[in-house]
């Protein structure tokens, strides 16, 4: 299929290139370096060679969120959705961008989140989960009533939240077991108690308009809707949101294919959610476009819903 839209798709700059090296290996390094800071040669001929004609991008994780001093969060923030526009500005046909945002400090992640939008023409924002506000030892999500005025402004704003994965913020159940941590297990594990966290606290309650994107085909909350309402209902301390779990995520999420390309996985969030709230995308670089791409190019489902995820929803959600 031609005319794909791709958008879980990364680049870094210098002072976040890091980041990556914990969940890569020195090794993978030595390739992806190169892949995430190029954005225009064998990124462009990847694309053309798949079928991808819009990738939107985002910065690497954690970078941003993991940085402790809120102020050196927004400038680094600053820095990167710059660095970003600048290389759109290039090729308009074939980018777009996602915000960086320092959500340390929730006033000025709206600030910068506007900006973005308004001047620097994002269609959207990606942030990498919880953020370090001051250190590891205070890891900060975002259901917290602070954080609701920067939930309004992002309802204004009109545009898609990206809540994208990082390590999870308790590590001990993890020792000696260190390749759960990442994106075999703990990724998954992390951003879907941080998407639940947003739907019980009541938010989409009171801003019914926002968009929440969450990728890796739903970071396994489609398989578990069920059971989460039903459980909940047993709940002894009260659960403050006044609908379903399944409710909100069929009516205030996006799911996206990226990092997971397997037909079982895809039917089963179609039937969940719908074909019309899911998105395809690859997590490139840190997974292969060509297997994503031919994986979904011939994935069993209908035509009808290839176009609808390859292409139709993202230009509708995004108005590209």
Not at 184 to 209: I, K, N, Q, S
Not at 278 to 289: A, C, G, Q, R
Request: proline content about 5%; charged content about 25%.
């Amino acid at each position: 299929m031609n005319g794909k839209i791709g958008l879980e798709e990364h680049f870094a700059i210098p002072e976040t290139m890091r980041d990556s090296l914990g969940f890569a290996g020195p090794s993978l390094m030595t390739d992806l370096g190169p892949r995430l800071t190029d954005l225009h040669d064998q990124r462009l001929g990847l694309m053309d060679r798949y079928g991808i004609e819009v990738m939107i991008l985002s910065l690497n994780a954690p970078a941003i969120q993991r940085i402790g001093d809120a102020q050196h969060a927004a400038e680094i923030a600053r820095r990167a959705n710059d660095h970003l526009a600048s290389e759109i500005a290039k090729r308009p046909d074939r980018f777009r961008g996602f915000a960086a945002l320092p959500m340390q400090d929730a006033e000025a992640a709206a600030a910068e989140f506007r900006r973005c939008v308004q001047e620097l023409g994002f269609v959207g924002a990606m942030v990498n989960g919880y953020s370090e506000v001051g250190g590891r030892d205070n890891c900060v999500y975002y259901d917290g009533k602070s954080y609701w005025p920067f939930w309004s402004e992002v309802e204004t704003l009109g545009v898609p939240f990206y809540l994208h994965p990082r390590e999870p913020s308790q590590l001990k159940p993890y020792e000696g077991h260190p390749w759960l941590i990442g994106p075999a297990y703990g990724f998954a594990a992390e951003t879907g108690l941080h998407a639940l966290r947003l739907m019980g606290c009541g938010l989409f309650d009171a801003y019914p308009r926002l968009t929440i994107v969450i990728g890796h085909m739903g970071e396994g909350l489609t398989f578990n809707l069920s059971r989460i309402d039903q459980r909940i209902s047993w709940a002894p301390a009260g659960y403050p949101a006044k609908r379903k779990i399944s409710e909100y995520f069929a009516q205030n999420f996006y799911l996206t294919t990226s990092g997971h390309f397997r037909d079982q996985a895809l039917i089963n969030a179609i039937l969940e959610v719908g074909a019309d709230r899911i998105l395809f995308s690859t997590d490139y670089p840190f997974e292969d476009v060509g297997e994503a791409a031919t994986w979904f190019d011939h994935a069993s489902i209908s035509e009808a819903d290839r176009l609808k995820i390859g292409r139709d929803n993202a230009k509708r959600l995004f108005k590209l």
